[in-house]
């Protein structure tokens, strides 16, 4: 049976555990006085947790419009992987007393299996007393892990184990079942049981309010300086919490409940449990967060692969892997066990399930062994903690995935594919990938869009990050580039992130849908193919060719001091996608000074207005190499937090500073009051810059040379 066309839907209305229990227990259940022979698959759990907090369900609503809570005679309770199923079935067997019959222990089940289970575990008197007492409502019986029990058998075997089900619970007058599972076997499990007629209730598992959540860490953190330091232990509960939600500050509402569904799931919350527990000193570690801005995403980051670790560790590990090894050596074993369900490897069948894509790996070598293991793992697949209902269900999630496989070649085309069909923009990616990014700090030039409008997603009015991607390194023979990549973060004048890219320059790097205070010099072909980009200043192009392909070009000049300048040996247009030529549509009145393309080749409509001969031509090349210095030395400058321009005097140094040229010129600048030094900082003087140069700042972006400018260079 297929579940394809069954549609559940969150009701209004929630159920708490309490109204529950009442409703399991609403014709008073007996006692479970019998003598059982308890197995791992058949027990009855007769203690308490403390550390159990009680969750909140929603009712589902399911094809049998007629069905509701009140009416059910079964209730299946869903949830997404990892969301407390198994602690809820402990707590309800302890409340209710109420035997629980665990599918993920039991050998696969059939026909008869529940009543085979019950008979051999039970006196004969026994097993017809509490078999009659199902009946009648004075008693109830839990059964778990329907999708392992699913997973273990045959379909038909199955729905056998499921006849049985509705055989025994036919005019029971209360509920003689409480079922429970991951969403996928549960929804399937409802509408078997529907169409045998019987009533039920869907119930699903909803993350902890944040209240809830706090609740949840403090039962779970068990060190003796919780209490000994109540006040600094709470500092740093809350703390942790808060900087978990400050990962979508400026975001939506939307974006909030992701919060919420994040900080409500169950493995997050052992995991700041566990962090809390292994961190006894709550004042170091406050401060110790406090200090650094970037653990709070080592900390998600932390969450997120404890989830990964326990779902191979809990599920693939200790219920598939036993039934595909049997009979295997022990160095075979080892083998699958460290080779199966990786962190990289649940990443990449999360993406090629969005996709719609097989992916089959090798991941022993033996061919029978990976057949089976390919296509078992589907069936655990659709039950991922990370997923709701077939979907990614965050973005945290999403982005960890993203910048976990980015960086292997055998995966990135999936990503980009993923990346360009289904990927919202959203700025967890970009500190995500800050973390996972390889010591090298090598990013491919296709991400570099990617990784900018992440950035940007942040950005406030007045206040905006910078993209810099300037020329290190070629190879004249090869054509091979290496450059310096630096985000400059939005707000902030004192982090910035740098990364290394490497091309050759018959590449071609595309940019997003907005081109806005970017700064490139790196000769390669750059391509604006969306389709509609926004050009919003200041931004500085310098390349080898830049193909526009947009449909529209959309120029905002409402920025009077700042321009855009294209430079580039050729300046083409293409067709769009839409199979249109660009037009250019302008927000305010730019001249020429504001929108400026330095080329060779002759422009087209609508760029011919705006075309600008390079007037470095006609200077002698001493000249050109010493203006080239200082021009890159005055790009690398951006307004610091009191106005000025400025930059850190290492970056300037290291970078220009690298040739005896680029060393002379910096001296003449300092020399001459143009640029100064001020503690770690280099500082440019415009009024200095403007009676000996005889220029703006952006008078330089612009390729600007006039006789002062050469007078000066000259004598350097």
């Not at 075997?157 to 209360?174: C, E, H, R």
């Not at 080592?298 to 219920?319: F, G, M, N, S, T």
């Not at 526009?548 to 120029?555: M, N, Q, R």
Request: charged share 25%; glycine share 4%; hydrophobic share 35%.
């Amino acid at each position: 049976m297929s579940n394809k066309n069954m549609k559940f839907t969150m009701a209004d209305n929630t159920i708490s555990l309490y109204k529950l229990r009442n409703k399991i227990g609403s014709l008073k259940l007996d006692a479970f006085d019998y003598s059982i022979n308890q197995t791992s698959s058949l027990r009855l759990i007769d203690n308490s947790n403390p550390k159990y907090v009680e969750p909140i369900f929603s009712l589902q609503a399911s094809s049998t419009e007629e069905a509701s809570f009140d009416e059910a005679t079964i209730i299946l309770i869903s949830a997404a992987g990892a969301t407390g199923k198994t602690s809820l079935t402990q707590h309800l067997s302890y409340e209710l007393k109420a035997p629980v019959f665990d599918l993920s222990e039991h050998d696969p089940v059939a026909s008869n299996s529940l009543t085979g289970l019950l008979y051999n575990s039970m006196d004969l008197s026994d097993f017809t007393d509490y078999s009659t007492k199902l009946k009648t409502g004075k008693a109830t019986m839990i059964i778990d892990a329907l999708d392992e029990g699913f997973l273990k058998t045959t379909v038909d075997g199955f729905y056998a184990f499921l006849d049985n089900i509705v055989k025994m619970s036919t005019g029971a007058q209360n509920i003689p079942f409480v079922l429970l599972g991951r969403t996928n076997i549960v929804e399937l499990v409802t509408l078997y049981l529907e169409s045998k007629g019987v009533k039920v209730a869907l119930l699903q598992i909803e993350p902890f309010t944040v209240d809830a959540a706090k609740s949840f860490i403090d039962k779970h953190v068990s060190s003796d300086s919780k209490t000994k330091f109540t006040e600094q232990y709470n500092a740093v509960r809350d703390y942790i919490v808060d900087a978990i939600e400050g990962f979508f500050k400026n975001q939506s509402e939307i974006n909030h409940k992701q919060y919420l569904q994040f900080i409500g799931y169950a493995p997050v919350l052992l995991a700041i449990s566990t962090l809390l527990n292994d961190n006894n000193n709550y004042h170091a570690l406050l401060e110790d967060l406090r200090s650094n801005n970037r653990r709070n995403i080592q900390l998600v980051i932390d969450i997120i692969e404890r989830i990964l670790k326990r779902d191979k560790e809990e599920k693939i590990d200790k219920i598939l892997l036993p039934t595909l090894n049997a009979g295997r050596d022990t160095s075979f074993i080892e083998l699958a066990l460290k080779n199966t369900y990786t962190i990289e490897e649940q990443c990449m069948r999360l993406l090629s399930k969005q996709l719609g894509e097989e992916y089959n790996p090798s991941i022993t070598g033996d061919t029978y062994f990976d057949v089976e293991y390919n296509k078992q793992i589907k069936s655990w697949l659709d039950e991922h903690p990370f997923l709701s209902n077939g979907k990614i269900q965050n973005v945290v999630f999403e982005s960890y995935i993203i910048a976990k496989l980015i960086e292997k070649e055998q995966y990135k085309d999936y990503v980009y594919l993923y990346l360009q069909s289904r990927f919202r923009n959203a700025y967890m990616l970009f500190y995500i990938f800050e973390e996972l990014v390889n010591s090298d700090r090598i990013v491919d030039k296709d991400f570099i869009s990617y990784l900018f409008d992440s950035l940007k997603a942040l950005d406030k009015k007045g206040h905006y990050s910078t993209m810099e991607l300037t020329l290190q390194s070629s190879d004249q023979v090869t054509g091979d580039l290496e450059g310096e990549l630096t985000f400059f973060k939005a707000n902030n004048d004192n982090e910035d992130c740098c990364y290394t890219v490497k091309a050759n320059k018959t590449d071609s790097l595309s940019l997003g849908s907005e081109i806005s205070n970017i700064i490139i010099d790196f000769p390669l072909t750059i391509k604006l193919s969306s389709n509609k980009t926004d050009c919003i200043p200041p931004v500085y192009i310098k390349c080898d060719t830049i193909v526009c392909a947009s449909s529209e070009i959309l120029l905002n000049s409402s920025l009077q001091e700042d321009n855009v300048v294209f430079e580039c040996e050729n300046f083409e247009v293409e067709c769009s996608q839409k199979g249109t030529f660009p037009t250019l549509t302008n927000q305010g009145s730019p001249n020429k000074d504001q929108f400026k393309i330095i080329c060779k080749n002759k422009l087209t409509f609508p760029f011919v207005e705006y075309y600008s001969d390079n007037s470095l031509q006609k200077v002698s090349p001493d000249i050109v190499e010493k203006y080239q210095k200082m021009r890159r030395i005055f790009l690398m400058f951006r307004a610091h937090s009191k106005g000025d321009l400025a930059r850190f005097k290492e970056k300037i140094d290291n970078r220009i500073g690298n040739s005896q040229v680029g060393k002379n010129v910096i001296a003449a600048l300092l020399k001459n009051g143009i640029i100064y030094s001020k503690e770690i900082m280099y500082f440019v003087d415009s009024k200095k810059m403007a009676s000996e140069l005889g220029v703006k700042y952006n008078d330089i972006r612009s390729s600007i040379i006039n006789d002062k400018i050469q007078s000066f260079l000259s004598k350097i």
